[in-house]
């Protein structure tokens, strides 16, 4: 072979090579993280509890009725996205789409329970909502909680007290 014909072969084996690497500029995926959602219900009423975690991405949200008709919001983000008129018919909230988990817990009197979602995406939102189970208006708390892309492990703890009233809240732990 003569000098000239090696070097094409050497540039043609340099640009095939170049076709089956990796990108340079890729980064790896960020891992996921644990989330861990406590429920805490002290009171002694009947309650409805839904947990969900959702990428950032997910593709709205649903609400269940006390019928059992389920209204989905495709445009829906937040909570703040579901109709006002809605909020106060609805028995359970959980977001829609690829990555999402949920959890609905139905229970008479005093329960409690841990809800693991293992591998959520970073940044991943925690939806939540408290109702009873009957009457015109079931909906008593609906929310959501975040910790950003930096955390690790989110916990989140959602607690009815002995008197009715509701509190949620997270702890968020960076690597």
């Given at each position: 072979m003569n000098t000239r014909a090696i070097g094409l072969v050497l540039a043609v084996a340099v640009l095939l090579?170049?076709?089956?690497?990796?990108?340079?500029?890729?980064?790896?995926?960020?891992?996921?993280?644990?989330?861990?959602?406590?429920?805490?219900?002290?009171?002694?009423?009947?309650?409805?509890?839904?947990?969900?975690?959702a990428p950032a991405g997910h593709e709205g949200l649903a609400v269940e009725l006390v019928n059992g008709t389920v209204l989905e919001y495709p445009d829906a983000r937040g909570t703040e996205d579901i109709p006002e008129?809605?909020?106060?018919?609805?028995?359970?909230?959980?977001?829609?789409?690829?990555?999402?988990e949920s959890r609905t817990y139905r229970w008479n009197g005093t329960q409690n329970t841990t809800?693991?979602?293992?591998?959520?995406?970073?940044?991943?939102t925690v939806f939540y909502s408290v109702a009873k189970p009957t009457g015109d208006e079931p909906m008593r708390t609906l929310g959501r909680l975040?910790?950003?892309?930096?955390?690790?492990?989110?916990?989140?703890?959602?607690?009815?007290?002995?008197?009715?009233?509701?509190?949620?809240?997270?702890?968020?732990?960076v690597d």
């Open positions: 090579s170049g076709c089956t690497a990796p990108p340079v500029d890729r980064t790896p995926e960020e891992p996921g993280s644990d989330v861990r959602v406590h429920v805490v219900d002290d009171h002694a009423d009947a309650s409805v509890v839904t947990v969900s975690t008129t809605v909020v106060p018919r609805t028995v359970s909230l959980r977001p829609i789409g690829d990555g999402v809800a693991l979602f293992e591998n959520v995406p970073r940044n991943a975040t910790c950003g892309p930096e955390a690790t492990l989110t916990e989140v703890t959602i607690r009815i007290n002995v008197d009715g009233s509701i509190a949620a809240g997270n702890n968020c732990q």
